[in-house]
């Protein structure tokens, strides 16, 4: 008897495991090219944004959204059941940058010029892209507890 007691013990401290509805609460993302950030960026910072590059991340946008309904919702829940708490928002809009600010989590921007073949040579995949959008999105919702 006294051992089942040292056994159950620790199980005590362990968190609950999520419900249903804290697996599913996680928010609506919305993905799109931030226009108005990079002119004024671009102003600011006398960073030159090639039209090439707009062209192929406004043309590639509908791609990542697919990529991201499909993979993204899925890490998205994973994170969830493995805190066991909702995310706090019930939206989240990641803006994607051409200009030369590193992606961040507050505000969300996500630099995708290294995804562009017209930027490098040997670009990063999408994969990394959308791993990037939720490293981002972590960090918000992380920062919420």
Same mark, same amino acid.
């Given at each position: 008897? %006294?051992? %089942?007691?040292?056994?159950?013990?620790?199980?005590?401290?362990?968190?609950?495991?999520?419900?249903?509805?804290?697996?599913?609460?996680v928010?609506?993302?919305?993905?799109?090219?931030?226009?108005?950030?990079?002119? @004024?960026?671009?102003?600011?910072?006398?960073?030159? @944004?090639?039209?090439?590059?707009?062209q192929?991340?406004?043309? %590639? =946008?509908?791609?990542? %959204?697919?990529?991201?309904?499909?993979?993204?919702?899925?890490?998205?829940?994973?994170?969830?059941?493995?805190?066991?708490?909702?995310?706090?928002?019930?939206?989240?809009?990641?803006?994607?940058?051409?200009?030369?600010?590193?992606?961040?989590?507050?505000?969300? /921007?996500?630099?995708?010029?290294?995804?562009?073949?017209?930027?490098?040579?040997?670009?990063?995949?999408?994969?990394? =892209? /959308?791993?990037? @959008?939720?490293?981002? @999105? =972590?960090?918000?919702?992380?920062?919420?507890f």
């Amino acid at each position: 008897m %006294r051992i %089942r007691k040292l056994v159950l013990l620790p199980a005590l401290f362990l968190p609950a495991p999520a419900t249903a509805a804290q697996t599913s609460a996680v928010p609506a993302v919305s993905i799109e090219y931030g226009t108005m950030f990079d002119l @004024i960026c671009s102003e600011k910072s006398s960073y030159k @944004i090639d039209p090439l590059w707009v062209q192929e991340l406004e043309s %590639r =946008l509908p791609a990542f %959204r697919r990529e991201w309904e499909s993979e993204g919702l899925k890490l998205l829940q994973t994170a969830t059941k493995i805190v066991g708490k909702p995310f706090p928002r019930k939206e989240l809009a990641v803006t994607l940058t051409l200009c030369s600010y590193p992606s961040m989590g507050r505000p969300l /921007l996500v630099n995708a010029r290294y995804t562009m073949k017209s930027f490098v040579e040997k670009p990063n995949t999408d994969q990394v =892209l /959308l791993s990037t @959008i939720f490293h981002e @999105i =972590l960090h918000t919702y992380l920062d919420g507890f």
